[in-house]
């Protein structure tokens, strides 16, 4: 026997595909990746494998209790997903490169308007304000990283980063 530790969905999934290839099953009906049993337990749960071809399901704290002599294996997604994304937002920049896409802006100002938020065409906060559903906690999260490192890092800088956030957020605020 042996005992998997999902602690989120992604890892669940991951692993039932990886036993559903091996024959693994729910009751020697449902193959491993037509039942979600994550939800039960959410990051608790623990899918038991049987010696032979069973799967079961029970929460982390349910296994150490009674399947004491029996090791806990933490079962992560592998990472070759997130690899393969890297590599193409890399071989997508050197095909903007080599298509002679101009990058380089003369501009220095680093708080107003930073020259490398531009590249591509559109400002990246503009892309941000369009995509994040919660765009204030994003902005207070940003409000608090540059006053709380200021004396550390850049100074005057930061805080005039986080006072254009702050003046940003004012401005979304009062939009609404």
């Not at 009674?66 to 994304?85: G, L, M, N």
């Not at 990058?103 to 531009?118: F, G, T």
Request: proline share 2%; aromatic share 14%.
């Amino acid at each position: 026997m042996k005992l998997y530790h999902t602690e989120t969905q992604e890892d669940f999934d991951a692993l039932m595909a990886e036993l559903e290839a091996e024959g693994y099953m729910w009751n020697e009906v449902e193959k491993a990746t037509e039942n979600n049993a994550w939800y039960v337990f959410e990051d608790n749960t623990v899918v038991v494998k049987d010696w032979d071809t069973d799967l079961g399901v029970a929460s982390k704290g349910y296994c150490e209790r009674i399947y004491i002599d029996t090791p806990i294996e933490k079962y992560k997604a592998k990472q070759d997903e997130v690899a393969k994304w890297y590599d193409d937002a890399a071989n997508i920049m050197k095909v903007l490169s080599a298509g002679g896409v101009y990058m380089k802006n003369e501009n220095n100002d680093n708080v107003n308007n930073p020259a490398h938020y531009n590249t591509g065409g559109i400002e990246t906060l503009d892309y941000i304000k369009a995509k994040v559903k919660d765009y204030p906690s994003y902005v207070a999260g940003n409000i608090l990283k540059y006053v709380s490192r200021y004396e550390h890092k850049n100074g005057i800088e930061d805080l005039k980063k986080a006072q254009f956030y702050l003046n940003d957020l004012i401005e979304w605020m009062e939009s609404d």
